[in-house]
């Protein structure tokens, strides 16, 4: 199983990111996928997660109502839509797929992650 993440990049404080996940693999829609982020010197932190049908996600206190995780299933791709971008939202944001079908927050129920993709947000 491979993930690659797109879509990061530089982008003012207020504006909007779309994230894509692309996954590899038969067994991707039937697993749980999650977001999870790091900024320098923090700790990794869970942003959202989505389960193997989609209709089922689950966001971060700090992101919800302004991120949107969604997945197509018949393209092997997970998205992070990212609205009213902040600079706390500056991080290294990973693609995970789940151990298990459902949404879950614990990085732990997580055994294939991406290498990431940098997303920054300027004042």
């Known amino acids: 199983v491979q993930l690659v993440e797109s879509g990061g990049g530089l982008v003012q404080a207020g504006g909007s990111l779309r994230l894509s996940c692309a996954a590899s693999?038969?067994?991707?829609?039937?697993?749980?996928m999650g977001w999870f982020r790091q900024a320098p010197g923090k700790e990794r932190e869970f942003v959202a997660t989505?389960?193997?049908?989609?209709?089922?996600?689950y966001y971060a206190d700090s992101v919800k109502g302004r991120f949107t995780m969604s997945r197509d299933n018949a393209k092997n791709l997970v998205y992070l839509q990212m609205n009213s971008l902040e600079p706390e939202d500056t991080a290294v944001y990973y693609c995970?797929?789940?151990?298990?079908?459902?949404?879950?927050?614990?990085?732990?129920?997580?055994?294939?992650w991406g290498r990431g993709t940098q997303v920054t947000v300027s004042s």
């Open positions: 693999g038969r067994t991707f829609s039937s697993a749980g």
């Open positions: 995970a797929r789940g151990i298990y079908s459902i949404r879950k927050t614990d990085p732990g129920a997580y055994n294939y």
């Open positions: 989505i389960n193997w049908s989609g209709d089922n996600t």
